[in-house]
């Protein structure tokens, strides 16, 4: 299975927007509304950010947000802040019962 | 809550096997959730390798398939990996993580990787 495609890197002013995008196939990110998406600061583990597109578990900032149109998922962070820095992945359920994660976007805060 | 913690030997050696157990604590591994594992290679994003349900039902990526098991021992309340035939592309930090999961009238729902571990570093090398 391919990993999903996702921008290297992402920029941004504080207090800006930004979109980091995740394509997949109609196998993957656009069949199934398990696109989750995790954020990664440097040597430690990934933190879950949003499920099932759109959902945020309990303590994640309402800052960030997601969707999906078609075999592309998107992570926006609102009010961009200093501690937004990090790398985040997309992940997705597959047509073959496996998950598959996106090649990763480094987000940096200017 | 719900934590977990991977143990297991920090070198092995080129066509070795790699075996690596993430420890459950503060839940039962026999919870309708998936037990997953994840690594990472230096300086290189996410790889998921598969994962168990308490039944033993597995799931592998198609990519490691052919080296990989993963088995449960609900007794001891945790989960292993075993790789083999390693060589250096396999040097990675393995993680292990929780797949949120229910069943609801005979559906499943997957509500993301929730929970993780702290991840262990396995180098390749002889």
């Known amino acids: 299975q391919s990993a999903l495609t996702q921008p290297a890197s992402v920029s941004g002013s504080p207090g800006q927007s930004i979109t980091i995008s995740c394509t997949g196939t109609?196998?993957?990110?656009?069949?199934?509304?398990?696109v989750s998406w995790y954020q990664q600061h440097s040597g430690k583990a990934p933190k879950l950010m949003i499920y099932d597109v759109s959902n945020r578990p309990s303590g994640v900032s309402n800052r960030f947000s997601g969707s999906k149109s078609g075999n592309t998922a998107s992570l926006t962070i609102s009010g961009l802040q200093a501690e937004d820095e990090a790398d985040y992945y997309c992940s997705s359920y597959t047509s073959s019962s496996t998950r598959v994660f996106g090649t990763g976007t480094k987000v940096t805060v200017l | 809550q719900v934590q977990l913690q991977e143990s297991g030997p920090g070198l092995v050696k080129p066509s070795g096997t790699l075996s690596l157990t993430c420890a459950v604590s503060g839940g039962s591994i026999s919870s309708s959730n998936w037990w997953s594992w994840v690594r990472q290679p230096p300086g290189k994003g996410l790889e998921w390798i598969g994962e168990?349900?308490?039944?033993?039902?597995?799931n592998y990526n198609p990519s490691l398939k052919s080296r990989v098991t993963i088995s449960v021992d609900k007794s001891k309340n945790q989960f292993s990996l075993k790789l083999s035939s390693v060589t250096a592309a396999d040097t990675a930090v393995y993680y292990c993580?929780?797949?949120?999961?229910?069943?609801?009238?005979?559906?499943?729902?997957?509500?993301?990787?929730?929970?993780w571990g702290q991840g262990t570093t396995v180098t390749v090398s002889s």
């Open positions: 168990i349900y308490h039944s033993g039902s597995t």
């Open positions: 993580a929780r797949v949120n999961h229910e069943v609801v009238s005979a559906a499943n729902y997957y509500y993301g990787m929730d929970v």
């Open positions: 109609s196998s993957d990110v656009g069949g199934y509304n398990y």
